[in-house]
C-alpha cells in the first residue's frame, strides 16, 4: 500500500510561480509512474503531468512550456514546478500512483490564481 502526501499550494497572482510536492511512502517497488491531477469546481478530474519510472514525462496541452514534473534526490518525491500561472490553473492538485492496476492518491492541495 503506498500512501501520498501533496503539499505546496496556495494563493498566488497571475504570472505567479508554485511548486507543489508529493511525498510517497509504503511499498514503492518496480516500475511505476506519478502524475498530477487537478480538479476545478464543477469540472472533472484532468492529468496535468505524468513522469514515469525512467523519468519520461508528458504534460496536458495547457501547461505544456509552464509546468516541469520532476523526481526529487529520493524516488519517492514528486515535484510539479508551476510558472506563469493563469487564473484558468485554480483547482484542487492531486498526485497520483500507478503500478499496473493499483493506484493511490493524496488528498489534494488547494491553487488559487487570482489578482
Known sequence: QVQLVESGGGSVQPGGSLRLSCAASGSITG????????????????????????????????????????RGDAA????????????????????????GPYDSWGQGTQVTVSS
Open 76 to 99: 519517492n518525491t514528486v515535484y510539479l514546478q508551476m510558472n506563469s500561472l493563469k487564473p484558468e490553473d485554480t483547482a484542487v492538485y492531486y498526485c497520483k500512483y500507478q503500478r
Open 31 to 70: 516500475l511505476y509512474v506519478m502524475a498530477w491531477y487537478r480538479q476545478a469546481p464543477g469540472k472533472q478530474r484532468e492529468l496535468v503531468a505524468v513522469i514515469g519510472s525512467f523519468g519520461t514525462t508528458n504534460y496536458a496541452d495547457s501547461v505544456t512550456g509552464r509546468f516541469t514534473i520532476s
